[in-house]
């Protein structure tokens, strides 16, 4: 399933060809436009994605090399079966962001879901991917995706530097040289609500094929990651206003965009919560 909030622009109607026509030129136009005076304002493209494990292409591995990865599957055989991502307008101007372009799709191929997502950064060429965690798994993927598919990699996935300005991994940026944590844990930190499921019950519902829950889940990891992403917004100065401010924008947009979701529901309703 997908969903665009907005139409596109005439000129970004077709993402793909733009995509394989840009130039050298447009790409240092855009390398220094990034490095000139600071815009007013600035778009986001937050993600998040689940995985199912190739356990065959995985097992012939093992075989051929004699497994030196002692059964522990690493992030080549990690297969791409649900996606969902949205993008947030930010200024100093606004005391909240602006959530647009909300799309979930699930139980569909990893060449549908890569295209899909490609195709999304590539017509915001100017959008940064917010992740968490995204430079140790989920860009490794989508790049993975793309020399298996022979697809172009969208602008923001070509730099391979893992601090590469045209993507922002949350998990990396808060910590520094301090201990890795995951979601939830940063989120029970700092008073966050995230993630429905365990994260541990998330493979075995994708292996289940219990998409409902797969979809709900990562959904639940955007809301997240975007509430994050907008504190980490105001401690550095790029935006103003409150986290409440964001939290409700947020979760609205995404509650509206997902009726049937609870916990989306209640989140954006707490009155339900307390019933």
């Keep these: 399933m997908t969903n ?21 030129g447009e ?6 436009a990034d490095r000139s005076a600071p815009s007013t304002w600035q778009r986001v493209i937050v993600c998040d994605f689940e995985y199912l494990y190739d356990i065959n292409a995985f097992k012939r591995y093992q075989v051929a090399e004699g497994d030196p990865t002692q059964g522990f599957v690493r992030w080549p055989f990690h297969r791409i079966v649900a996606g969902a991502w949205c993008m947030l307008t ?13 799309e979930a799709i699930n139980n569909r191929s ?15 060429q100017d959008a940064r991917l917010v992740s968490w965690g995204g430079e140790s798994k989920d860009f490794l993927c989508l790049k ?26 949350l998990a990396s940026a808060v910590r520094s040289l301090g201990h890795y944590v995951h979601l939830p844990e940063f989120c029970e930190a700092i008073g966050v609500a995230s993630k429905p499921l ?3 019950d998330i493979s075995l519902a994708v292996r289940h094929a219990a998409w409902d829950h797969v979809e709900k889940q990562v959904v639940a990891d ?12 105001l401690a550095t100065g790029s935006a103003s206003g409150s986290p409440d401010a964001g939290d409700e924008a947020v979760v609205t947009a995404l509650a509206n965009r997902f009726p049937d979701n609870v916990w989306l529901s209640k ?6 919560m307390a019933a």
């Design 90 to 102: 930010i200024s100093p101007d606004m005391d909240r962001p602006v959530v647009t372009n909300i």
């Design 27 to 32: 790409e240092a136009a855009l390398f220094l």
């Design 4 to 24: 665009h909030t907005s139409d596109p622009l005439p000129f970004e109607q077709d993402a793909d060809f733009r995509h394989q026509a840009i130039t050298l």
């Design 110 to 124: 990893e060449a549908d879901i890569v295209r899909a997502f490609f195709t999304m950064c590539a017509t915001f």
């Design 198 to 200: 365990p994260s541990k």
């Design 144 to 169: 993975r995706a793309a020399i298996e598919l022979g697809l172009i990699l969208p602008p923001q996935l070509r730099d391979p530097a893992p601090f590469a300005r045209t993507r922002l991994d």
């Design 267 to 272: 989140l954006a309703r707490p009155e339900q």
């Design 222 to 233: 955007v809301c997240t990651i975007a509430q994050v992403a907008w504190r980490y917004f």
